[in-house]
Structure formats: structure tokens, C-alpha cells
């Protein structure tokens, strides 16, 4: 019995029935959120991280309780060069967490150091990695070419939900045309793995916001889901050459709750009349850096719009596993065989 609590004290689950905290890497913040001299507080995974940024520029996450006497360093904390200092008594943690100076001029005390988090900043975001059994990073998120395309715009919600089960929704094909409307939905690749990736591809066409202007669309979607918590989606309409970078980016908070991101990175527009012919008869030193200020935009519109149909239904579903599946669901089954490998042992029976 004691060694079940402790085992669920570890592994917590969550009301969803799923373990809530899946390893990985996870957004605690847009890079742009965290200029150098910056420091941001978050929780995450049941507790506050601090984030700050050095003056040289690099960001690192830490533990928040200063091991002198306490204090939280994510309140009245100052970066001093690459270092946070406390407010309490002016002691200095550089980003490996050492304690390099205290207020008072005299040697920090042996063992002074912080808890850092592995973290890196990869594609305009501040990822950190999470393993239940503190094991080091143990694969990457590849790095994106941003040439071309614009900064991220983003928008975020808190949600009683799990990054399970959001990310779920991109191999849920079956609910595309029903919650989202999509029309024609179509396979254009099956679902493949590699360790922990999956990528999966489809075209759809998705019904026009701008009722009476255009019906609707058709869009290729490529999902590229690097575990349960970065999710990148490739973007292509041909018939007006956009092409756009979307990220879905699920954190949890606690065990019920997790922050979702969402953000965009459009590729720059070269050509207006790409768009529309009648772009092509204005000016294009005038149109173009319009187009391109407009573009991210209306496409994280489209995407937070999207997104938002499916809150009712995340936020109150319960995780079935086995789940009855259907012919015409998508490869949910084999989604969730590849996200057993994000658990740590022991793996609970809702998941067998
Ligand atoms: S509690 Fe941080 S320096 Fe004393
Ligand atoms: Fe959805």
C-alpha cells in the first residue's frame, strides 16, 4: 500500500485517467516573452519554475526557492549580468544554478546552488524537458530554417485538459468534418513513426471565414508531433501558395490543468497577386509588406478558431483505453500505442 502511494506521488494521474505529467520537452514561453534581463514565473508540472534571461542572452529555467532562506526568486529578483539575484539578501545564481556571489561580499556557503531545468529555445520558444525520473534529455526538437517567415504571433488558454489528449486531436481524423467542418477530408500519407516522433499528412477543405467571398479553400496539412508537448504543422494552401508554420503546444499546469499555445509563422509573401490577380495591379513595394504584416494573423484566426471547437469537448471528455474504435476514426489506436513510450514505469493499468 505505501509503495503505491509513493508510485502515485511520482506519477500522479490525472482525473482524465492518464498519468498526468508525460515526458518530454514542453513550452514554458515565447522566446520574444523573455527579452535579456527578463524573468518570468510559471507553473509547471504541479510547481513554479523561474525563467530568466542574462544580459549575453541566454534564458535558463529554474527551481524558484532561493536555498539560502527561501525566498522566491520569480518576486522583486533583479538580473545582474547573467545572473538572478535574490531580493532577500543580494545572492547571485549564474544559469547552472551556482551561487557566484552573496550580498554581504563573502563566500556563498557550500552546496548553494539552484536546480536547473534542461531547457533550450528552439523556433521562437523556451522548451523545457521534463523526465518523472530525472533522466537528461533524451532526444531533441529539431531546429526550423526561419528564412522567410515571419515572428511567431501567438495566443494561449488554461484548460482542464492533457497534452494527450489535445495532441490526439491531430490522428482524430474522424472529427475533423464533425467538430471543424472540414469537407473531403483525405489520407495523403499514413501515419509513421520514428522513437518519438510521428508525422502524419492530410487535405481538407476547410469552409472560408469571409462568407460570400470565397466558399472555402483546400489545405494540406503536414503534422509533425515531436512528443506529447510540440506539435509543428506544415501549412500549405496551393491555390494561393501560403504556406504557414503552426505550432500547437500543450503545458501542464497541475494534474488537471495544462496552459495551450498556439502560434503562427507564415511564409513571406513575394507575390500579392499570388493572393488574389487584382493585388497584382497595386503597388507592390506598398502591397507586399502589408500582406505580410496581415497574413500571420488571419492565419492564427483561422487556427484559434479551429482550436476553440474543440475546448467543450477536451475539457470535459474522459480518457476511455481500450476506446471503441470505429472505421473512419484515423489512426487513434496507433497514436496511442506510440504515446505509451512518454510514461515512466510503472505503467498504470489505464494505459495496458
Ligand atoms: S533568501 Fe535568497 S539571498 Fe537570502
Ligand atoms: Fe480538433
Given amino acids: 500500500m505505501a509503495l503505491r502511494e509513493a508510485t502515485r506521488r511520482l506519477h500522479p494521474l490525472s482525473s482524465k485517467g492518464l498519468p498526468a505529467y508525460p515526458n518530454g520537452w514542453y ?6 516573452e523573455l527579452p535579456p534581463g527578463g524573468i ?35 518576486y522583486e529578483s533583479t538580473v545582474v549580468g547573467d545572473t538572478i539575484r535574490c531580493p532577500f539578501h543580494y545572492f547571485c545564481f549564474d544559469g547552472n544554478g551556482e551561487c557566484v556571489s552573496t550580498g554581504y561580499g563573502t563566500k556563498p ?10 531547457s ?36 494561449q488558454w488554461d484548460l482542464t485538459s492533457h497534452p494527450q489528449e489535445t495532441t490526439e486531436n491531430s490522428v482524430d481524423i474522424g472529427h475533423l468534418s464533425i467538430v471543424h467542418h472540414y469537407d473531403d477530408v483525405q489520407m495523403l500519407s499514413d501515419l ?54 503552426l505550432f500547437v503546444l500543450p503545458t501542464p499546469l497541475d494534474v488537471e490543468r495544462i496552459t495551450l499555445r498556439i502560434a503562427v509563422s507564415a511564409r513571406q509573401v513575394t507575390q500579392p497577386r499570388q493572393l488574389h490577380p487584382l493585388l497584382g495591379l497595386l503597388p507592390a513595394p506598398l502591397v507586399t509588406p502589408l500582406l505580410n504584416r496581415i497574413l500571420p494573423g488571419a492565419v492564427l484566426d483561422g487556427l ?37 513510450q512518454f510514461y515512466s514505469e510503472p505503467v498504470p493499468a489505464a494505459l495496458e
Fill in 192 to 245: 509513421t513513426t520514428s522513437g518519438p516522433y510521428l508525422t502524419v499528412r492530410y487535405a481538407m477543405f476547410r469552409p472560408a471565414p469571409f462568407a460570400g467571398l470565397v466558399r472555402g479553400i483546400r489545405s494540406q496539412f503536414m503534422i509533425h508531433v515531436h512528443g506529447l508537448g510540440y506539435s509543428l504543422v506544415e501549412v500549405v494552401i496551393p491555390r494561393v501558395k501560403i504556406e504557414a508554420r
Fill in 109 to 118: 556557503p557550500p552546496r548553494s546552488r539552484l536546480r536547473v531545468w534542461p
Fill in 120 to 155: 533550450c529555445e528552439k523556433n521562437g520558444l523556451i522548451l523545457v524537458w521534463y523526465h518523472a525520473e530525472g533522466r537528461a534529455p533524451e532526444w531533441e526538437v529539431p531546429h526550423l530554417n526561419p528564412s522567410g517567415y515571419s515572428p511567431l504571433v501567438w495566443r
Fill in 27 to 32: 513550452a514554458l514561453a515565447f522566446a520574444a
Fill in 304 to 340: 484559434a478558431h479551429d482550436v476553440q471547437q474543440d475546448f467543450a469537448i477536451w475539457q470535459h471528455k474522459v480518457y476511455f483505453s481500450p476506446p471503441l474504435l470505429a472505421e473512419g476514426d484515423g489512426p487513434v489506436g496507433r497514436y496511442r500505442y506510440w504515446a505509451k
Fill in 40 to 74: 518570468l514565473t510559471r507553473q509547471f508540472m504541479g510547481q513554479d519554475v523561474v525563467l530568466f534571461r542574462g544580459r549575453s542572452g541566454a534564458a535558463s529555467v529554474i527551481d524558484p526557492y532561493c536555498p539560502h532562506l527561501g525566498a522566491h526568486l520569480g
